[in-house]
């Protein structure tokens, strides 16, 4: 596997950890979260089931893909044209997370620190797997 590869699978990695960690929200008390929202400087969190069902399955839906990330990154080579298509996906998936952010009013630091990170993200993957075919034995 080319070094590029193997820096793609350490990503990956270490993307797919991190996404797991929201599993922490699916079950975390409520008034948790909403000490959350108001210490980061949202205000009062709304009320309401349908602010708990988001929150709560958004959290999982995070950690589901990132278990299914850090399962693709054991298989980079293998799996190469689909480490391509989620390099694309993330890197469009960063554009929609940027344009959400400023269409809900988001602070500005949050919007920056969420999806430009993932578009640069998505990008480097697709930059990194460019020159690497299905049978690359040897890498850069």
Known sequence: MSRKLVYVAWVLRVVGVLAMLAIVAVFMPL????SVHESIGMGKMPE???VEYLARSLSALYALLG???FYLSG???EQLGF?????S????????????????????TWVLLEG???ILLGLWIIYCCRD???DASSGD
């Open 83 to 87: 480490v391509r298509l989620f390099g």
């Open 48 to 50: 309401g089931p349908i």
């Open 116 to 118: 430009p990170p993932a």
């Open 31 to 34: 008034s948790w979260m909403a």
């Open 89 to 108: 996906l993330f890197a469009v998936f960063g554009v929609v997370l940027g344009w959400i952010g400023f269409k809900s009013s988001m602070p500005v």
């Open 75 to 77: 298989r980079v080579p």
């Open 67 to 69: 278990c299914w990330i």
């Open 132 to 134: 690497n075919g299905p």
